[in-house]
């Protein structure tokens, strides 16, 4: 998991840090 | 595919895939359609093409870093709006993603590629091979600028392009799935949503072939872009390390 963090971070997120 | 594993899905099931994939896709297209309608498709200056020239070959790699991990980040949110990609498991939607989301953000480019000059939308303006020529790379840059040329002749609409992308993102064949049975599912429903857009819009019999030839190429251009990575890193580990953007690296950086 430490190894994708940031993935895992916007695959749970419900809105990615992205200014969509 | 295999006859018996297929699935049987209604041309209104297909109708209403076709229709939430392109929903997703526009949702999540880093550049609306009406902003590239107002572009101005200004190409570099040539003074400006020699600035970016002239940088530093690290410089320009941590530069186009930032902007394909931009790029993806789209491409995730896409990923988890398409029907049945949050319900594998995580292992698999990293594989997935680790696999596929450079393929898309290639796919994308066509969206911002002027084939009368040669030129993609890149910070700012639109810029010709020859502004990449820092990064040290040239062979990558003319393939991933023929690619996206070839894309274009093919001259899809937004829902083909969609659907295509999702097509890409569901490859039951990438290395270490877990749950490779459920990823085949999906990807042959999309499957047969893409030749269900491709026969709605009146696409010639070899449309779904030549975008079968795409994803081989996509492929190529991808393993070449981690190849180049490596050898980057190899003279540049610092600046990888220090400069690069945290998911490029969990991405390309193994």
């Known amino acids: 998991k430490e190894k994708h963090k940031i993935l ?13 | 595919s295999d006859g018996d594993t297929s699935p049987t899905v209604s041309m209104a ?20 359609r ?12 040539q003074d400006e093409v020699e600035s ?13 870093a930032v902007k394909i991990t931009e790029a993806i980040q789209y491409v995730v949110e896409f990923a988890k709006r398409i029907d049945g990609f ?23 480019m066509c969206r911002l590629f002027d084939s009368q000059n040669n030129s993609v939308y890149f910070d700012g303006k639109f810029a010709g091979p ?7 790379c040239d062979d990558l840059i003319a393939s991933v600028f023929d690619f996206a040329s070839s894309m274009c002749s093919l001259r899809l609409s937004e ?21 490779k049975l459920q990823v085949e599912k999906l990807q042959q429903k999309t ?36 190849e180049t990575l490596s050898a980057f890193r190899a003279v540049y580990p610092d600046v990888v390390r220090t400069h690069f953007p945290p998911l490029y690296k969990e991405l390309f950086g193994a």
């Open chain 2, 191 to 226: 499957q047969l949503a893409l030749q269900h857009v491709l026969q709605k819009n009146r696409r010639e019999d070899g449309a779904l072939n030549k975008l079968r030839c795409k994803v081989s190429a996509l492929r190529s251009l991808c393993t070449r872009h981690t």
């Open chain 2, 86 to 108: 949050m319900d594998l498991c995580q292992n698999d939607q990293i594989v997935l993603l680790k696999a596929g989301s450079l393929e898309v953000v290639l796919v994308r």
């Open chain 2, 13 to 32: 099931e297909l109708d209403h895939l076709v229709q939430t994939i392109s929903k997703s896709h526009l949702e999540t297209c880093q550049y609306l």
């Open chain 2, 52 to 64: 970016y020239q002239s940088k530093p070959r690290e410089v320009m790699w941590q530069l186009c």
């Open chain 2, 130 to 136: 020859d502004v990449f020529r820092a990064l040290g």
């Open chain 2, 159 to 179: 829902d083909e392009l969609a659907v295509f992308s999702a097509f890409l993102l569901l490859s039951a064949d990438r290395s270490w799935l877990q749950e």
């Open chain 1, 8 to 20: 895992h971070q916007l695959l749970q997120n419900s809105t990615s840090p992205v200014d969509l």
């Open chain 2, 34 to 45: 009406e902003e590239l309608q107002q572009m101005s498709w200004q190409k570099f200056p």
